[in-house]
């Protein structure tokens, strides 16, 4: 079910335009893919659990962790294009079966991309 997400939204001028930078896989194989799997449920608690005043500009584009481009890369970086793409509402805190999901799909996206790097 993720990777058919993930592939659809791979097709998407916008979404299929990000990828791993060098940076990125450096830090992965720094910290590795446990680590930023911890990280990124963190990151999402913070960011996403509730509708903050600045969605859809709290995610940055260019940063050294993983997780935010992967985030841009499937529609999992602000409460509007959790709506939008995976139909999750907007208006209610996540659920931490939702934050679960959330961050499975950025992990597996992460995953992808680094195995294509090697």
Known sequence: ???N???SLSKSKF???F???NKMIGYINEKGLDKIKSDTYDIINKRLKVKLPNDGKQTPMRQVHPTFI??????T???GCLYKIHHIDDEKELTEEEIG????VITRWIEVE???SK
């Open 19 to 21: 990828h791993l930078n």
């Open 70 to 75: 992967a985030q841009h890369a499937t529609g």
């Open 1 to 3: 079910m993720i990777d």
């Open 114 to 116: 680094y195995v294509k």
């Open 77 to 79: 970086c602000c409460r």
């Open 101 to 104: 999901y959330i961050v499975k």
């Open 5 to 7: 997400l993930l592939n």
């Open 15 to 17: 979404r299929g335009s």
